[in-house]
């Protein structure tokens, strides 16, 4: 014995469309009075639950801002170290110059006739970086490329804070300061850290190192030398193509120029640990 299949008609496909309601769902709750049913413990667990939560957020409020004090007033410590510390590395660089100054003053009046000795002194100390030095030469300058993360507008402008991508690293900065002594510089200073025979340029963490001083991007490499030998030599050099490509490709910020007149502090020179004079 076969049935026949059975017929569905229009409006039962609109009514399952417009009203997905099961008709047994309707019959349950009209026999319980068109309420959900409710038990006795339902309204203690609701009370319950909301002492949980307001308990847990006056924890987290009282944890929040009583650590905020401390917070504060070990930020404002460190940054007063800082700038002590800072003060007091300015002050002691001016002091460093002027008793050089001194230094030299006495060196010549106690040397009148020995002025090919007091030129040699002065040529190691110009080598060794320790004194003060002026003059014409070229200016480099390589910068890390500023990103957004932050969605952009119609124009294609972003919409956020700009941050600083990490692309430049110590290899970068030595491969210029190598260059520009290969192509004559005299004397060169980094971020105005004077760079001696025994400087190291190396890289800690997101931050470049030179002679142990952390540096930030832009990195601006001064050289001191015949302006025209410079910028000819580094215009032609491998180096400068690198970060010319790199500065189309990545964005990164690359300039190079002339300058009529650069001044390069001294450093404080090197002491040395084991070697000593051979007698």
Do not use: C
Request: proline share 6%; net charge negative.
């Amino acid at each position: 014995m076969t049935t026949s299949p059975r017929r569905v008609t229009t409006q039962q496909l609109v009514d399952l469309v417009l009203d997905p309601r099961d008709p047994g769902y309707e019959a349950a709750a009209q026999r319980h009075g068109g309420k959900a049913p409710k038990h006795w413990y339902d309204e203690p667990l609701v009370a319950a639950g909301a002492l949980v939560v307001g308990l847990v957020l006056a924890i987290a409020w009282v944890h929040t801002h009583r650590g905020a004090p401390a917070e504060a007033k070990v930020h404002d410590q460190l940054v007063s170290r800082v700038r002590t510390a800072e003060k007091t590395a300015a002050d002691l660089t001016t002091t460093e110059a002027d008793l050089t100054k001194q230094l030299n003053a006495v060196r010549a009046a106690a040397l009148p006739g020995s002025s090919g000795l007091v030129r040699s002194i002065e040529r190691g100390q110009l080598l060794a970086g320790e004194s003060a030095v002026q003059g014409p030469g070229l200016e480099v300058t390589l910068a890390e490329p500023t990103v957004s993360t932050a969605p952009t507008d119609a124009a294609g402008h972003a919409r956020g804070p700009m941050t600083t991508s990490h692309i430049l690293m110590d290899r970068d900065v030595r491969s210029v300061v190598n260059q520009l002594w290969s192509d004559g510089a005299e004397a060169i200073a980094v971020n105005g850290i004077r760079l001696t025979p025994t400087s190291a340029i190396r890289f800690a963490g997101d931050a470049v190192l030179v002679d142990f001083q952390p540096i930030a991007s832009p990195y601006k490499i001064d050289a001191i030398g015949d302006p025209d030998a410079l910028i000819t030599g580094f215009a032609a050099s491998d180096v400068a193509s690198r970060y010319q490509t790199l500065a189309s490709a990545r964005g990164i910020g690359f300039t190079f120029e002339q300058k009529d007149e650069l001044e390069l502090s001294g450093s404080p020179g090197s002491v040395l640990r084991y070697a000593r004079v051979a007698r």
